[in-house]
């Protein structure tokens, strides 16, 4: 079982960049897939999750309007297009498969995690 992100890079304010999260040795519809992010010296938080099967989202307060959680089941691949971006959202980026996730306190919370990526970096910087 694997999830491997890419996607990540240096962006100015403003720009955009789609991250991916490709899965292997289980199937996305199965599981809840969420995007995190980590900032030096600072929790890991949710960004958002999707369940594919039940065509449900969730979003950070921070994200909503700007980033968009999609999938491709056919590729077995979960995206996050990122628009808009700001220097504060920059950090890496991990994506996780979980049993459920909700939005509690402003942002997405996991439950029951199973499978985590090794992370993407985002660096939003001019």
């Known amino acids: 079982v694997q999830l491997v992100e890419s996607g990540g890079g240096l962006v100015q304010p403003g720009g955009s960049l789609r991250l991916s999260c490709a899965a292997s040795?289980?199937?996305?519809?199965?599981?809840?897939i969420g995007w995190f992010r980590q900032v030096p010296g600072k929790e890991r938080e949710g960004v958002s999750c999707?369940?594919?099967?039940?065509?449900?989202?969730v979003y950070a307060d921070y994200v909503k309007g700007r980033f968009t959680i999609s999938s491709d089941n056919a590729k077995n691949t979960v995206y996050l297009q990122m628009n808009s971006l700001k220097p504060e959202d920059t950090g890496v980026y991990y994506c996780?498969?979980?049993?459920?996730?909700?939005?509690?306190?402003?942002?997405?919370?996991?439950?029951?995690?199973?499978?985590w990526g090794k992370g993407t970096l985002v660096t939003v910087s001019s």
């Open positions: 040795g289980f199937t996305i519809d199965d599981y809840v």
């Open positions: 999707m369940s594919s099967s039940a065509g449900s989202t």
């Open positions: 996780a498969s979980m049993e459920s996730c909700s939005w509690i306190a402003g942002s997405p919370r996991g439950y029951g995690m199973h499978h």
